[in-house]
Nanobody
């Protein structure tokens, strides 16, 4: 089992920044891909970005590319999502997920955090 705990969400004005954290514990050696997804009110869950635990390679959704950056601290078993130039349409619950490889498909992730709310006001 892998446990994931997100933190760092909150309320921010449009154009502002937030950094989300996802701390992993448990059998983390079984996971190679860490993903971020989000789900806005009344919307389906969508892919935001992902990172390879060991190599650091990243993948981003087109809607956030150039504004969001994913990084990881292997020593702390923590993955970060730096969000800049936030827009009201970025408002959502953000989830981190762990799986066997980097993917933009939620079904490829085995473990999920509880989510953290990000609200961007206009």
């Amino acid at each position: 089992q892998v446990q994931l705990v997100e933190s760092g969400g909150g309320l921010v004005q449009a154009g502002g920044s937030l950094r989300l954290s996802c701390a992993a514990s448990g059998r983390t050696f079984t996971t190679y891909g860490m993903g971020w997804f989000r789900q806005g009110a009344g919307k389906e869950r969508e892919f935001v970005g992902a990172i390879n635990w060991s190599r650091g390679g990243t993948l981003y959704a087109a809607s956030v590319k150039g504004r969001f950056t994913i990084s990881r601290d292997n020593a702390k078993n923590t993955v970060y999502l730096q969000m800049n130039s936030l827009k009201p349409e970025d408002t959502a619950v953000y989830y981190c997920a762990a799986g066997g490889f980097v993917s933009d498909y939620s079904g490829n992730y085995d473990y999920w955090g509880q989510g953290t709310q990000v609200t961007v006001s206009s």
